[in-house]
């Protein structure tokens, strides 16, 4: 069995399940079958880097993948509104104001923290049954309600143009999830009284796992012709290393395996994943010193 995570830099026009089919094809050509494959967090074919790919019993951590924050760099081309929001879509609205460096920085204030965004009519988002982007080439309008989400940070990188009339300027933004960074591109060239759409957007990070631990399309291909897959599997463990490890002897890794809860545990509340040895064994919850599962690992060398 293969378990652990292939983080993949996804290379632009790239679909997110097509990075999942890329792995599934050379674990395949490698020799080990058939395997449980899944991505945590997807990215749009025009957006670049970190798509978290599970394998095997990791494929059981994607949605807490998903749930993750992630860090962003995106560029905003000043003076056009596409009706996607990015370089896919046709233009929609046109200004001829271009705002200075000042005003950037200025206008960065307002999207800082919790605050309130409508996302883009070419979304994933449901509506009565149908996704957002199918509406909207079919010439719907669509009218999505606004959410709330969660700015940790937000800096401006680098311009283009001069400092008094950017033509484009480069951010980077740690979001929580559900943010699209389309919609916070159109929403700042907007407060700064013009429009504007992404023509750059890259993953640095999603949840724990950071750009430098991603690998090319050609180094995952290099699996199916024959390359060792230690070389770019990272062990399932890597994608808890933001939680705290619970440590457990062989009796109460057996009763965890078990799904039985542990009472009396001196530990404080909250999440934990829990380990024999060095072996993953659940994502635990702990709550008033007891311990209840909340996604058990079935790796066949922990205790039985």
Known sequence: MVNGWIILDK????????????????LRQAGFGKVKVGHGGTLDPLATGVLPIGIGEATKLCGRMLDASKIYAFTVKFGEQTD???????????????????DVH??????????DQVPPAYSALMIDGQRAYDLARAG???ELKSRT?????????????????????TFTAHVSKGTYIRSMARD????????????MLRRLKAGPFA???????????DVGKGAPLEHILLPLEAGLVDIPALDLDPEQARAVRQ???????????????????????ALVELSGGSLTVSRGFNLSDVAE
């Not at 700042?188 to 023509?199: F, W």
């Not at 009472?263 to 072996?279: E, I, Q, S, T």
């Open 11 to 26: 290379p632009l026009e790239l679909g997110s399940t097509q990075g999942v089919a890329a792995v599934k094809r050379n």
């Open 140 to 142: 719907q309008d669509v």
């Open 259 to 281: 799904g039985r809860v542990l009472a009396g545990l001196p530990f404080d509340d909250g999440l934990y994943w829990a380990r024999a040895g060095m072996v993953p064994v």
């Open 211 to 221: 750009i430098e631990q991603a690998i090319s399309l050609d180094k995952l291909n």
């Open 106 to 115: 200025v206008a960065l204030g307002a999207f800082q923290g919790t605050i």
């Open 149 to 169: 989400v969660t700015i940790h940070s937000l800096t401006l990188d680098s311009t283009e143009g001069s400092a008094q009339a950017l033509e484009s300027a």
């Open 188 to 199: 700042i060239a907007l407060a700064l009284g013009t429009v504007g759409h992404v023509t």
């Open 84 to 102: 996607t929001l990015d370089l896919e879509g046709k233009i929609v609205a046109v200004s001829d104001v271009r705002p200075g460096v000042a």
